[in-house]
């Protein structure tokens, strides 16, 4: 006898509940524990609605397929072919009883406990907004994979209309991925909490991105082959700067504030270098004297000095100083002691999927979040991290959630 599939599972789990508070019917004692959330927790899987299906979303949604405490209820696509098909045809695996839809209507009335929310990053940075906080008021847990780490940074303006969807759903929105989600938030934020002082943090992170073959990321979204006239990574005019900028300021704004600092403002100094021949792509040509790297830098100023730098560099052509045998991310603390860190993700064999590590690694970051993003209370939910570094003890902890934002400087350049 096979394994039952997901409906199949979810209706016994349904039938083993009702039957289990038949059982101890009229014990007092017992029936309040059975009718308890807690037990109908433990024996209920979580319900998600994945939405989006690139690259990076139809791993999160194998991810869910495959989990046995997660149920699918629904799955949301942009495409006309992909509408009309079970999740599991989408996703390269068993049969789901769960079709596509490009009907947002439809989703907002399913009944769910968490959306994973993974679309094409886009630009303007608030670009998907509105639909998340329609998730939120919806009753839906949403987590994101496009930024939405720190939203507070931005001021009361910016949080109103997610604190108010997040009240009126009682829902918690949250933000993971690798960076923004891992690195900063997660590893340099945990490693702080092994010094007794520190002057400065520099997170780096280089990226091959010949690979990546999506034309419209890499030439519309990451600003690949434009012109080095056009490019200027800091006029937040130009749509790719405002896009990364609004992205990862929090990144830096939330890493300060982790530590108990007073961020005074974020400066930048971007680069991008041309191409010294024509490079073809997974994506498609860039054209010699073209953008072929793009170095991103933000300095969160602290005291009048820099403090904390998080550099990006994404390549069509190895440039200096990346070399070789680089790391995809360096974390370096310098202070009492000085801390070093290099990760690097490293994709598997023979999963019979076309799948890098970074996509895996971020279908992890997202579906490991669920239980925490479902408990926490509404509002926006912030990475917890225990023990890190803080100059001065007299001021509290940060919260793990912050309905209302609290916001010390937004200033940027």
């Not at 929310?117 to 886009?122: A, F, G």
């Not at 509105?130 to 939120?136: M, P, S």
Request: with cysteine; aromatic share 8%.
């Amino acid at each position: 006898m096979g394994r039952p599939d997901r409906s199949q599972q979810a209706a016994f789990r349904k039938d083993f509940l009702f039957a289990i508070e038949k059982l101890f019917e009229g014990s007092t004692n017992l029936t309040g524990w059975v009718k308890s959330p807690s037990f109908k927790e433990y024996l209920m899987s979580y319900r998600v609605i994945q939405w989006a299906t690139g690259s990076m979303g139809k791993t999160c949604l194998r991810a869910v397929i495959d989990h046995p405490d997660l149920e699918l209820v629904g799955l949301l696509v942009y495409g006309k072919s992909k509408t009309g098909r079970d999740a599991g045809d989408i996703a390269r695996c068993d049969t789901t009883g769960v079709i596509a839809t490009r009907d947002i209507d439809a989703i907002l009335a399913l009944d769910a406990d968490v959306v994973l929310h993974c679309p094409r990053i886009q630009p303007p940075y608030a670009h998907h907004n509105k639909e998340i906080c329609q998730l939120l008021a919806s009753g839906k847990n949403v987590i994101s994979i496009n930024g939405h780490t720190y939203p507070q940074y931005w001021g009361p303006a910016y949080m109103e209309e997610i604190s108010e969807a997040c009240a009126k759903g009682g829902t918690t929105l949250f933000g993971t991925g690798l960076n923004p989600g891992f690195i900063t938030e997660k590893i340099a934020t945990a490693a702080s909490g092994l010094c007794t002082r520190i002057d400065r943090i520099h997170v780096s992170e280089i990226v091959d991105c010949t690979s990546i073959p999506n034309p419209n990321y890499i030439f519309d979204v990451l600003g690949f082959g434009a012109s080095l006239h056009e490019a200027d990574l800091n006029e937040s005019s130009w749509p790719p700067a405002e896009l990364m900028t609004g992205m990862y300021s929090e990144v830096v704004a939330q890493l300060v504030d982790s530590l108990g600092l007073t961020l005074d403002h974020i400066e930048s100094d971007h680069e991008v270098l041309p191409a010294t021949k024509d490079l073809e792509t997974a994506a498609g040509r860039i054209k010699k004297g073209t953008v072929s790297v793009t170095h991103w830098r933000w300095h969160g100023i602290v005291g009048g000095k820099r403090f904390f730098t998080l550099s990006i560099r994404w390549m069509m052509e190895n440039a200096p100083p990346a070399k070789k045998d680089y790391n995809l991310w360096d974390v370096k603390i310098l202070g009492i002691p000085e801390v070093e860190i290099s990760v690097n993700l490293v994709t598997p064999k023979y999963t019979g999927y076309k799948t890098m590590a970074e996509q895996y690694a971020v279908a992890g970051s997202v579906i490991n979040s669920i239980p925490a993003v479902c408990a926490a209370p509404a509002g926006i939910l912030r990475t917890p991290v225990f023990a890190a570094y803080r100059p001065r003890f007299r001021s509290k902890f940060p919260p793990a959630t912050a309905p209302t934002p609290s916001v010390r400087s937004c200033e940027t350049s």
